[in-house]
């Protein structure tokens, strides 16, 4: 590995408390397999760098017995979302791969627009002294990437790293990630017979084209007219698209352009206008950046859907008194709304989320952050996750359900 993650004695100390729970016979979910793993689905959220915390979480939920079913996720919530369900069949624990994966990774390449800019917006992260003077200095190379870019990386090497370590797994289209996806182990349910369905994949994403919360892989036939050959990480790469950090992610050529009241996009858009030959994805955060409630259910789950945070939300208010403050409240408020507003009407759901708040001590676009502080995020994701699960109570998460039933 390039980056040392699973070394060190904490972890090990970590390892040994996941793995004396499952050993306990702690209950988590009722959707089990023969080998005893419990299963639930997983939404991640998204974060940029922060989204290392991540596999931290997934690793030690992994070590306690626990297995993911269905997974969502946005922008770097995405990336890990795609990978688990690439690189492992279902119920195959996936966390040393992904972190194989993420330990040969130099993250700084991710950020592929000019030299120049990229030292810009480096030392613009860790606050360095003269930015005013790199303003001005690249005000020129800045200009002319907003204006006929609008974004100063075009994301190139985000999709190409995805989509070299999907073809690894001899997934090079939607159609092989979907027959992958379709191996399941054999599952049953801790108290009753009932019918199991299959696993789901939900990517998310902002198309400020039509103004739509996109949700890949269930809305693609709006953008493609062959979804079945489309690469998975055309839908990652859709949702990684920070404004103005990022090129906005380009559709060209949609199925039904010209059309108007299409039917499709009634149904999953509910736009009614002409169908434009040509949209613009950005970040998925930027509508849902926690879509928690993606696979909820108006019923007792046989499976819980577990939540992870990245960033600290709502513990204090943001100041507006500048422009540029005023601006990052404004995205703010767009990019945590619409969740939390589910979460306020299934105040239950705070039993499923875990909080990493990693935003508390790392910067999220940090991509050039050490092997070191890579590795501090990771354990901190880690030890959130296992906090969690220490904590967690399904029997009393389904009596809240069943009284909501009543």
Not at 85 to 113: C, M
Not at 169 to 189: M, Q, V
Request: aromatic share 12%; with cysteine.
């Amino acid at each position: 590995m390039g980056k040392d993650f699973l070394g060190g004695e904490e972890l090990t100390q970590l390892v040994a408390r996941a793995r004396a729970l499952k050993e306990s016979g702690k209950i988590f979910s009722d959707l089990i397999d023969e080998d005893g793993n419990q299963y639930v689905d997983l939404v991640q959220e998204g974060g940029g760098v922060l989204g290392i915390s991540l596999v931290g979480y997934t690793y030690i939920l992994e070590q306690a017995g626990i297995r993911f079913y269905s997974l969502a996720g946005t922008s770097a919530g995405a990336i890990s979302t795609l990978l688990m369900a690439s690189l492992e069949n279902v119920g195959k624990p996936v966390s040393v791969k992904l972190l194989q994966i993420l330990a040969d990774k130099n993250l700084f390449d991710l950020v592929d627009g000019p030299r120049g800019i990229k030292r810009f917006l480096q030392n613009r992260i860790e606050g360095k002294a003269g930015f005013l003077i790199s303003v001005l200095w690249h005000s020129c190379s800045i200009y002319f990437l907003l204006k006929n870019k609008l974004g100063l990386n075009p994301g190139d090497n985000l999709k190409e790293w995805l989509s070299f370590h999907l073809n690894e797994e001899g997934i090079c289209t939607y159609k092989d990630l979907k027959a992958k996806r379709s191996i399941l182990p054999e599952l049953h349910h801790r108290k009753i017979n009932s019918k199991i369905v299959a696993p789901k994949l939900a990517i998310v994403t902002s198309e400020v084209s039509t103004h739509t919360k996109v949700e890949f892989p269930k809305m693609a036939h709006l953008y493609w007219q062959n979804v079945s050959e489309v690469s998975p990480s055309e839908f990652v790469r859709a949702s990684m698209s920070i404004p103005v950090f990022f090129e906005p992610y380009m559709k060209n050529n949609l199925p039904h352009q010209g059309e108007i009241l299409n039917k499709q996009w009634i149904t999953h858009a509910g736009y009614y206008g002409e169908v434009p030959k040509t949209v613009k994805f950005v970040d998925g955060g930027l509508l849902s950046n926690f879509p928690i409630n993606i696979f909820h259910l108006d019923r007792i789950p046989s499976h819980p859907t577990f939540g992870v945070r990245l960033s600290t939300h709502r513990k204090n208010y943001s100041k507006t008194s500048g422009f540029f403050s005023y601006t990052w409240a404004i995205i703010s408020t767009m990019r945590q709304i619409h969740d939390y507003d589910f979460i306020l009407k299934n105040p239950d759901y705070r039993k499923l989320i875990c909080h990493i708040d990693a935003n508390e001590h790392f910067n999220w676009l940090n991509f050039n952050m050490s092997a070191q502080r890579q590795k501090e995020l990771f354990l901190l994701g880690a030890k959130k996750g296992l906090a969690f699960l220490e904590n967690f109570d399904w029997e009393a998460y389904k009596e809240i359900r069943r009284q909501k039933t009543l």
